[in-house]
């Protein structure tokens, strides 16, 4: 009679049979194989422009508007989790969580919805046991908030979509390529087990440039001036919440800002303008600036200078853009002041005349016919080859039509002496041609 044995274990099934002393081995189909999870991850960002190529620095823009805290509409990152091959079993108690780099969060982080569905399984192998869920996030740790006992039934396919954002307050993600760490923990009936991928995300910051021209190149008192701020971004992302500031100096009056527009930064063709809002009589802001946009923006204020200064108008204006991350540039540009006709010199013939072998007298009216005070003024008298010389001690000068009093002697120059030249040190009332005051040697 034969001896038949049966040795059983979890992983396979073996059969020895033992009949006349000889042995056969048996294999047979294991009835309890493992789950066989695959990973794959995908993303699709929510403004087209972007082309599902990158997520910018400091929020999420879709186009139209900043959906940094929507939970719907932002850029939406997808979990395919597959559990497929041949003979594989139910995964069971399924738990997902996401390792995030540093700047990036859910758009809320209490509660952010997670889409789940089958494309290969229908709602009776258990996705509807998957929906409604939210994800949470605690620190750079983001957990799906399943419920227990909730299972990935043997050949199907799920597919787990939600919103991820870069923040849009420090500290924000560091330019280029950023990991994602996703993990999958469950069990097949035995010792748990854990499946892993990596997404690898690309984030463009925006980089503001800020440059400024005078359109009016000269100006004088009560003149209209304007500049050109051009505030391009040179980035390969997006620049959020773009602060201009126009800063007059103190020989402007009033500021207003005349025109905004947009155009391609390469081509200089137009394209749309980005919404711009009023902060104060001085600074605007530019919701979303794309990438390659330049904004051209005219000002225009006052030059205003005051008669009596002792010092020359300064006609500066400056400008800073600051974006988001606080990346910023800032550039200025000066206008010439015109002083027209403000210094007259004139010979006065009607009372100037000269004796044959004689003395004579010639008279010089220095004016100040502009707008602001005068300093350094130097007057210089050539006599060329007239054959006159200057009588020493001979200089006198009434200011404001007032009586003649004597005045220092002229510094004398030329090959012939006749290069006679005063200053403030032999005239100290040419200190005084504060408009409309008149020197007269």
């Not at 500031?245 to 930064?265: E, H, Q, R, Y």
């Not at 600036?289 to 904004?295: A, T």
Request: hydrophobic share 40%; glycine share 8%; proline share 6%.
């Amino acid at each position: 009679m034969g001896v038949f044995r049966l040795f059983i274990t979890k992983s396979n099934w073996l059969t020895s049979v033992v009949l006349a002393g000889l042995v056969f081995l048996l294999s047979i189909q294991n009835a309890e194989a493992a789950a066989n999870l695959t990973l794959s991850t995908s993303f699709t960002s929510a403004d087209p422009a972007r082309a599902n190529a990158y997520m910018d620095q400091a929020g999420t823009w879709n186009g139209t508007s900043e959906v940094t805290n929507s939970t719907t509409n932002g850029d939406r990152f997808r979990l395919t989790i597959q559990n497929t091959g041949a003979g594989v079993t139910d995964a069971f108690d399924v738990g997902i969580t996401i390792s995030l780099p540093t700047g990036f969060r859910l758009p809320n982080t209490a509660s952010t919805p997670v889409t789940v569905t089958s494309p290969t399984c229908n709602t009776t192998t258990g996705v509807t046991d998957y929906t409604p869920i939210n994800a949470s996030q605690s620190g750079t740790t983001i957990n799906f908030n399943i419920p227990n006992n909730r299972n990935i039934p043997a050949g199907c396919t799920y597919v787990f979509t939600f919103g991820i954002t870069t923040r849009n307050s420090s500290p924000f993600p560091a330019p280029g390529a950023r990991n994602l760490t996703y993990n999958v923990a469950y069990d097949d009936g035995g010792p748990g087990l854990l499946a892993t991928t990596v997404q690898t995300v690309q984030v463009n910051p925006g980089v503001m440039a800020l440059t400024k021209t005078a359109l009016t190149a000269v100006a004088t008192n009560g003149n209209t001036v304007d500049f050109r701020i051009d505030i391009r971004n040179t980035g390969t992302g997006g620049a959020f919440a773009a602060l201009l500031t126009d800063t007059i100096s103190a020989n402007f009056t009033g500021l207003t800002f005349v025109s905004f527009n947009a155009f391609n930064n390469t081509t200089n063709a137009p394209v749309a303008m980005p919404t711009v809002t009023v902060v104060s009589a001085t600074q605007r802001r530019f919701t979303y600036i794309p990438p390659n946009v330049r904004i051209e923006v005219v000002v225009r204020t006052t030059a205003t200078v005051n008669p009596t200064a002792t010092t020359c108008p300064v006609f500066i204006n400056d400008a800073t853009v600051v974006q988001r991350t606080t990346q910023s540039s800032s550039n200025f540009a000066s206008v010439e002041y015109n002083l027209p006709n403000s210094l007259q010199l004139t010979h006065n013939m009607a009372t100037s005349y000269c004796e044959l072998c004689g003395i004579g007298t010639i008279r010089l009216r220095a004016a100040n016919a502009g707008g602001i005070s005068l300093v350094n003024i130097s007057i210089t008298e050539n006599l060329m080859a007239s054959g006159l010389t200057y009588v020493p001690g001979s200089t006198q000068i009434s200011l404001n039509g007032g009586p003649a009093v004597a005045a220092g002697n002229p510094v004398v120059s030329g090959a012939n002496s006749q290069i006679l030249t005063w200053t403030s040190a032999q005239i100290p009332a040419l200190n005084q041609l504060d408009s409309p005051y008149a020197t007269a040697p």
